[in-house]
């Protein structure tokens, strides 16, 4: 198994031998375990030289950068195991083939609306009357094929969206109010914390696209487009509801986030050192968690999960094997 590591503090990361040392502003001293590393999350302001990221390409690990209003800035990605020209050319085609770009976006949606509608179906067993929500989802889905194009696609997929979020006031303890989806910069603590949880979730699927030899910038739910890594965000679709709004709900119902967890900076609503460091660290324990694997008889990590769709894609693109989106089962 494979690490995530935050780093927090202010500071200079090195590398020292044969591992990373980070020298915090204080002149304290912490060591990083690197030989099992996936990827460093920068989340402090970070200096860092040639050295380390030759290292650091060496070992094979990506680091992911935070900047300020704690969202994802980018990533220096080391570079890739495995580089297939095929894999590329092939991928390119299905996305310039207008039915088989459809296809794939569609399976993209149909996992993300699934997955928000096994959240909602979750709390509706637990004291809610969310059935009219979980009908408008399933009518959503199953239109899906509908569809005539990737504009009419997203319409629908942000029409499900909203219906999903519309439950989130009611689920959320006293003293949270949602009242909607507002980015650039995030409104209040639910807003702050759906940004910053749905980061975590892209870049990890940017790690987890290195893992193959699909190029991380051409896409098909999303328009590829300069200085991102688009197909991160068509593969992040199914996963949010599962690793960020559930990890949300768990630690805002348990009183582990409070309203002291955020601050207000330039009217925006941001996560404390403390409250990141407290979402992070349950973000991680989720990816850890393993769930017996339908197919592959065995206990997969969730983090593992989102490697395995990366693949599943690729075989798709390759070989045209049907691309079954990621949809929770258990």
Known sequence: MNDNYHVFSDGRLERHNDTIRLVTDEDEKKYLPIENAEALFLHGQIDYNTRLMSFLNDEGVAAHVFGWKDYYAGSVMPER???????????VRSYDDPDARLSIARAFVAGS???????????HNRGHDFQSVIDELATIREGLDEAAGISELMGMEAGARRAYYSTFDAILPDGFVFGGRRYNPPSNEVNSLISFGNSLVYANCVSAIRATALDPAVSYLHEPGDRRYSLALDIAE??????ADRV?????????????SFETELNACLLTDAGRKTFSKAFEETLDRTVEHPHLNRKVSYQYLLR?????????ILTGEPYEPFERWW
């Open 81 to 91: 195991g495995q580089t297939s020209g095929q894999t590329l050319v092939e991928q």
């Open 113 to 123: 609306i699934h997955n928000m509608r096994a959240n909602v179906s979750y709390y």
């Open 238 to 243: 199914p996963f949010k509801p599962v690793l």
């Open 248 to 260: 949300i709900f768990r630690l805002l119902n348990r009183g582990q986030l409070t309203t002291d």
């Open 308 to 316: 395995i769709e990366a693949y599943k894609l690729k075989k798709h």
